[in-house]
């Protein structure tokens, strides 16, 4: 919430973000004076010290001599209770440990990728989830997450777009909220509540050429307007620590940068809790080239704001030295300590520093658990294309070829950082749609390999194909092809998927595609030749369940693309909220801003998806016309389900700021809703338009909403939708 609003020269001004401390008290204030009070110097580094149990030779010893303040990659209960035993008992300062892990869409009941939840467009699905996986992690003796990532990603080649909410500011703002609160809880202090951490503080999701870990360079006004939001709707949802990045922004380091980390973080935000460097974030400095060695490394993290320092050793190393030195001042540690106490202590770690195993046994992968993933993945499915009605397919009297290297793939669907997830927790879709078709004999092949040259088995496929009444295709991405070091310079199917695909279709058999994979492809050719198309990302543990209920029409899809589809690679980076140009594409002329032998619109755009009935969007009404740059507009509109299955449409309101002093997009989301309609039924929807999604950064980086028209569309995609306009005056 944007505060303290003033007026100049007929704009709007919405100053600084008021304070956010939802999660401290004076109690903890006074409890952290006191403790720091009784720490020596090599005690209160230790608190800044992170390492990972798995990589370490000793870890007690560590523990023992009061070297460590957090532990991540502890993957058991029993670990976690000895090493915190240890802590408490045998450490100098009695301090609790942190444990912190990559608990980022599951910890062992595993949903679907944050991408796929995006899909959803749901953020009480999307809180529910992350309630349970905290209920689960936290039962295992983790007490923090390194989640939500809410890196906005623009370019698909980059394989972390997987861990994210994708493309849109709007909805990865919405996303973070729910991941947030899902974690958090609204009281820190329970012991079922995992610690958040928003990450990859900031702009990681911007490297170059989609190339992970790759140097950013953005204007002030792309960092405002697109990559902090999410960061700043995270802060504003309580989460208690903030990771800083690997990348280099705009020169500076995101893990030495005091611009983001203390300025914007603290300054503008009122963050209270801590950061955490990415993994050995701190000691890369060197390799960046802003700092001659370890010790110049830790100077410069500690002084931007950077309070633990994940697997560098650099904190560990060099800053005692450094304190000695005179170069970092005892107090500057001192505040790096009390945010990570601040944390320990509002997140109940000193009441509840153990694993529960009583609970371990009654939660993980419980039936309501199972079900709450089924739910989710089913959501996470977006329909794509359904020529001819042909989906849902009826389960009965049909003669199914079920084909292609991913369909019996139990890995896959787990996407990147599973967390404790197994391939053996996983239905495969071969599975899911066997188990809705009992009795029926549903023949299957493989066809070709995910990602080899061997053509062996496509013979057989297609010989199965063509004795089927309708074929399935199940076709896409391993789980490590995306995720971290996950990126692509290819985004169609590896290896020799494509030729299956081809060889399938040419049998003339309706053909379903199911795609599984972990961001938007490139996929011109089964856009235009297959059927029907299911995008189904990775679902995690109840991927072929939620695949069958779309299928064979259990659920009617409902999901809708969290980020551009490119026809190639070479429309990349692509997405709906970009700007008009001066020239702005035109198909009948070469002097527009286009390319010579490819469209300039995508495949499909951000907001698309299908459902197997339709939706009448009438009666847009915008009141009032005219409103002061304070004022609010309410936008209402009809949707109507005129086919025959009931539904949830996703109901998208967008607008446009034509004429400014400086230029914005064409487009951008500033609301939607989920709204189930039966047959025949109809809703009425309002949205409010203010000066929080009115506004936009000026070159002053000040938020002010300016006088004239304003564009309004409400529809079901961002290519789509009814048409209206307001006026704001002076
Ligand atoms: C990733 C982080 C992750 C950390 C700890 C890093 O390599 O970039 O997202 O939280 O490892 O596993």
Not at 53 to 74: A, I, M, Q, Y
Not at 168 to 185: H, Y
Not at 324 to 348: C, F, H, M, N, Y
Request: charged share 25%; glycine share 10%.
């Amino acid at each position: 919430m944007r505060k303290l609003g003033l007026f100049v020269t007929g704009a709007v001004i919405w100053g600084m973000l008021v304070a956010a401390r939802p999660w401290t008290s004076p109690e903890i204030e006074a409890k952290i004076d006191q403790i720091v009070a009784g720490l020596p110097l090599e005690q209160k580094i230790g608190q800044l010290v992170q390492v990972s149990w798995r990589n370490v030779e000793d870890p007690e010893t560590l523990v023992r001599e009061g070297k460590v303040g957090s532990f991540l990659n502890v993957l058991d209960a029993k670990t976690a209770r000895a090493l915190q035993e240890i802590a408490l008992h045998e450490s100098p300062s009695h301090i609790p440990l942190i444990f912190g892990l990559d608990v980022i869409h599951g910890y062992r009941t595993i949903f679907p990728i944050p991408l796929a939840g995006a899909a959803s467009w749901d953020p009480e699905l999307i809180r529910r989830n992350c309630r349970i996986a905290a209920e689960e992690a936290t039962a295992e003796g983790v007490h923090w997450t390194f989640a939500p990532m809410v890196d906005i990603a623009r370019d698909p080649r980059w394989g972390r777009i997987a861990e994210g909410a994708g493309e849109d500011p709007f909805l990865g703002s919405v996303m973070a909220r729910a991941r947030v609160k899902g974690f958090q809880g609204d009281h820190l202090g329970d012991a079922n509540r995992l610690v958040a951490c928003a990450k990859h503080f900031v702009g990681y999701g911007a490297a170059i050429g989609g190339r992970d870990y790759n140097t950013t360079d953005m204007s002030d006004w792309t960092l405002r307007t697109i990559y902090l939001p999410p960061f700043e709707a995270a802060v504003e949802a309580g989460v208690a620590t903030v990771m800083s990045a690997f990348n280099d922004l705009n020169g500076i380091p995101a893990s030495a940068n005091r611009f983001t980390l203390t300025r914007i973080l603290r300054q503008e935000w009122g963050f209270q809790g801590f950061v955490v460097s990415d993994w050995n974030a701190i000691t890369e400095l060197i390799n960046h080239g802003v700092a001659g060695n370890k010790a110049e490394a830790a100077e410069k993290a500690l002084r931007a704001g950077v309070d633990m320092d994940m697997m560098g050793f650099a904190y560990s190393d060099e800053l005692a030295n450094l304190v000695r030195r005179g170069l970092i001042s005892e107090t500057d540690v001192d505040q790096a300590v009390r945010r990570v106490l601040r944390v320990k202590l509002a997140s109940g770690l000193f009441e509840h520093p153990f694993p529960d195993e009583d609970r371990a046994k009654r939660v993980i992968l419980s039936p309501e658990h199972l079900e709450a993933a089924r739910q989710a993945a089913r959501e996470g499915i977006v329909l794509l294309k359904n020529e001819g009605n042909l989906l849902p397919l009826s389960t009965t009297g049909l003669r199914l070829a079920v084909v292609g290297p991913l369909a019996d793939d139990r890995d896959a669907p787990l996407g990147s950082w599973a967390c404790l997830g197994r391939p053996a927790d996983v239905i495969s879709v071969l599975a899911g749609i066997r188990e809705a078709m009992p009795g029926s004999d549903v023949a299957f092949a493989k066809g070709c390999a995910i990602d080899s040259d061997d053509t062996s088995g496509v013979a057989e496929a297609v010989k199965l194909a063509a004795q089927s009444d309708v074929v399935v295709l199940v076709v896409g991405e391993s789980r490590r092809m995306s995720g971290e070091g996950g990126s692509r310079a290819f985004l169609g199917l590896p290896g020799r998927q494509l030729d299956l695909v081809k060889r399938v279709v040419a049998t003339g058999k309706p053909t379903v595609v199911v795609l599984i994979n972990g961001r938007p492809l490139a996929i011109p050719w089964i856009a235009e030749h297959a059927t029907a198309i299911l995008e189904t990302w990775q679902l995690g543990v109840q991927h072929g369940r939620a695949v069958a209920d779309v299928l064979f029409g259990m659920y009617n899809p409902s999901g809708k693309l969290p980020a551009t589809f490119p026809r190639c690679v070479g429309q990349v980076p692509i997405f709906y909220n970009h700007k008009n140009t001066g020239r702005p594409p035109r198909e009948d002329t070469r002097w527009t801003s286009r390319y010579v032998d490819a469209p300039s619109t995508p495949q499909f755009p951000f907001g698309f998806g299908l459902s197997y009935t339709k939706y009448e969007y009438r009666d847009l009404k915008i009141e009032p016309t005219q409103i002061g740059p304070a004022g609010k507009v309410h936008v209402s509109v009809t949707v109507e389900n005129v086919g025959r299955r009931a539904g949830e449409e996703i109901v998208q309101l967008y607008i446009r700021d034509p004429v400014a002093s400086v230029t914005r997009p064409v487009r951008e989301l500033k609301g939607f809703r989920r709204v189930h309609l039966d047959p025949g039924e109809s809703k009425r929807l309002s949205f409010e338009l203010g000066p929080e999604e009115l506004g936009f950064y000026n070159v002053r980086s000040e938020w002010v909403v300016e006088p004239g028209k304003f564009e309004v569309w409400v529809g079901p995609s961002s290519a789509e939708g009814l048409h209206g306009e307001f006026f704001v005056v002076d």
